[in-house]
């Protein structure tokens, strides 16, 4: 059984910083691209960032150069590092796992943390 699950989030001023993390729990993380998605109330739901399971990143160009994503196979982790946060940055974030097994893709969902940014 794959589980995932979210820390780090809370409540952080407009120019600051908060790190994510997202334990996976089953075997497949070194199998999966993993990546962190956001919702904001009343909006669809985000790519942030995703890394591969060889460590190629990919940002959203909102974030690019602000957050940095990194993974550390041997605790089975992925992590987000959000600097220079912004208002409207205030959203749920989600990590999500995306292993391919055998030329078969499937997708696994965290539980989602809040992350506030308050002006």
């Known amino acids: 059984q794959v589980q995932l699950v979210e820390s780090g989030g809370g409540l952080v001023q407009t120019g600051g910083s908060l790190s994510l993390s997202c334990a996976v729990h089953?075997?497949?993380?070194?199998?999966?691209?993993m990546g962190w998605y956001r919702q904001a109330p009343g909006k669809q739901r985000e790519l942030v960032a995703t890394i591969t399971s060889g460590s190629n990143t990919n940002y959203a160009d909102s974030v690019k150069g602000r957050f940095t994503i990194s993974r550390d196979n041997a605790k089975n982790t992925v992590y987000l590092q959000m600097n220079s946060l912004r208002t409207e940055e205030t959203a749920v974030y989600y990590c999500n796992a995306e292993p391919c097994v055998h030329l078969v893709k499937y997708d696994y969902w965290g539980q989602g943390t809040q992350v506030t940014v308050s002006s």
């Open positions: 089953g075997t497949i993380f070194r199998l999966s691209t």
